[in-house]
């Protein structure tokens, strides 16, 4: 797998999820990766560093022009806890928990962001206004309802599949109600 390709495509993808999400500053974009699965193994079997800090690298620099933090979600053993900025941890008021990821619990988009991150710190659980999901880890429990599927172009990146989330307000009334987009 090239670099530069990869990068291009992630970045396509990205803005995709972008445009259909219609995210603002100081909303949250979660990130679930396995790059086990973008490097053509079994999830949680085979992770990679590099990989994880070219995703990572790639999507901060996206979503910090837009003044979008990014939440990145763990694996299954560590609860899917995620890596986050404490200064986003503290204005929501989400849980700081005592953890640091490691390739093996975690995962190597976890540590990625530890690495890049100003002053990361992991959390139980967040609700993010859309997210991008590359290997099938299931971001949904960290998406704010009502969630709704986006199709980016890309079906995968690198051997991964990729899915994406965005939220909508909910719909409530009845019959003589009426809804803006």
């Known amino acids: 797998m090239e670099k530069e390709t990869f990068v291009q495509d992630l970045t396509q993808t990205t803005e ?40 990572i690298a790639t999507l901060k620099q996206i979503l910090d022009a837009k003044g979008i933090f990014l939440a990145v979600q763990g694996c299954e053993h560590l609860n899917r806890a995620l890596v986050v900025e404490r200064r986003l941890a503290e204005k929501k008021d989400w849980e700081i928990v005592a ?55 890309k079906k995968e990146l690198g051997a991964a599949h990729v899915t994406a989330l965005r939220s909508r307000p909910k719909y409530v009334g009845g019959p003589r109600a009426s809804y803006v987009e």
Do not use: Y
Request: hydrophobic fraction near 45%.
């Open 99 to 153: 953890v640091l990821p490691s390739l093996h619990a975690g995962g190597a988009c976890s540590v990625a962001a530890f690495k890049f991150f100003d002053d990361p710190v992991e959390v139980e659980s967040i609700v993010a206004q859309a997210g991008l999901d590359i290997g099938d880890t299931a971001i949904g429990m960290h998406v704010k309802h009502v969630q709704v599927p986006v199709r980016p172009t």
């Open 16 to 55: 995709e999820v972008l445009a259909q999400a219609n995210l603002k500053a100081g909303d949250t974009f979660v990130l679930g990766c396995s790059t086990s699965e973008v490097t053509g193994g079994v999830i949680g079997k085979n992770p990679s560093q590099e990989v994880g800090e070219w995703i």
